[in-house]
């Protein structure tokens, strides 16, 4: 088995590119060779500690990648396909994993979250959306018990609009606001009918705080439960999955901020033990996106998946 990985990274300067490169820091099998930017072309790479690097100009005549064995695509959604040609017809053996949508509905790629999908990653590999994460954490364990639709609503730090400045991330709109959006049809909402459960509403929402999401699941069952059995459902679900923490208690946002966990709690059904409510929490910069992108890594790679990853 190979102990040592090269790795570029296309895109890097948000702030998900900045999470994995924090993890790539501490990672003992990944090293980071080459990183892509636009607008940070020739500037030092700061954040990365293990050697000196500089960041290289992004241009799709001029992407080399000899010597690479793993490349982080970190762009803006519709951007990938500008590099993708260029990987497949030069660099076919090399691994790939993109952390945008661009290829979660494509049947050529492997869309993983590692605690639900067991099989060992490909070498091309879609990473979920962070939303979509959260709501599938959430449905997973259930999804033999559901009857009907299942109803989300998530609120997420203004991290999750990006770092170009937006009407999602603008403070003066943030400002003793919580705004909604894509109130039906979100991209998360596609993902997750797709790859999890079919009868699905999401509404999404962006909070004043930086970082971490919200979701809230509101799911009919096919026969009456209590919160007891329902905490054992999802604590033996994800009873070999250290990163996915059960609680009976509501788990709360500021209790995942800079973690790689998830929590999921607050299991609470009505009257009739039919309808039950569950919250999950997950860092959307972390559990949400980096983490697993190198969780998918690790497996891609025969490593042991938390490889790298401090589990808090």
Not at 101 to 115: A, H
Not at 129 to 141: E, N
Not at 145 to 170: E, Q, R, T
Request: contains cysteine.
């Amino acid at each position: 088995m190979k102990a040592k990985f090269n790795i570029a990274m296309i895109g890097g300067r948000g702030y998900v590119g900045q999470e994995i490169i924090q993890i790539l820091n501490d990672h003992p099998n990944f090293g980071l060779v080459k990183i892509f930017s636009k607008s940070s072309a020739g500037d030092p790479v700061n954040e990365y500690k293990k050697s000196k690097l500089n960041y290289s100009l992004l241009e799709v005549s001029d992407i080399n990648l000899e010597g690479v064995d793993i490349v982080i695509m970190a762009l803006p959604n519709n951007e990938s396909f500008k590099y993708l040609d260029i990987i497949n017809q030069n660099y076919s053996d090399i691994t790939l994993i993109d952390l945008s949508s661009d290829y979660r509905f494509d049947k050529d790629w492997q869309y993983r979250i590692p605690e639900i999908t067991r099989e060992k990653a490909t070498n091309r590999i879609s990473n979920p959306g962070c939303y979509a994460t959260a709501m599938q954490l959430s449905i997973s364990p259930l999804k033999d018990l559901i009857k009907d639709s299942v109803s989300c609503m998530g609120i997420s730090g203004y991290s999750g609009a990006g770092a170009s400045p937006n009407d999602k991330n603008n403070p003066d709109n943030l400002k003793n606001n919580i705004i909604p959006y894509s109130l039906s049809n979100h991209i998360h909402e596609n993902e997750v009918q797709k790859h999890c459960y079919e009868d699905l509403l999401f509404s999404p929402h962006v909070g004043n705080f930086f970082r971490g999401i919200l979701i809230t699941s509101h799911i009919k069952l096919k026969n009456s439960s209590n919160e007891s059995e329902i905490y054992r459902v999802f604590s033996d679900y994800y009873k070999n999955d250290p990163l996915v923490k059960i609680q009976k208690d509501i788990p709360m946002i500021n209790k995942v901020i800079n973690k790689h966990s998830a929590l999921i709690g607050g299991f609470s059904l009505d009257k009739g033990g039919c309808n039950i409510t569950i919250c999950c929490v997950i860092d959307n910069l972390l559990k949400g996106a980096a983490t697993q992108a190198i969780q998918n890594l690790n497996s891609s790679c025969d490593l042991e998946e938390l490889t790298g990853i401090n589990n808090d």
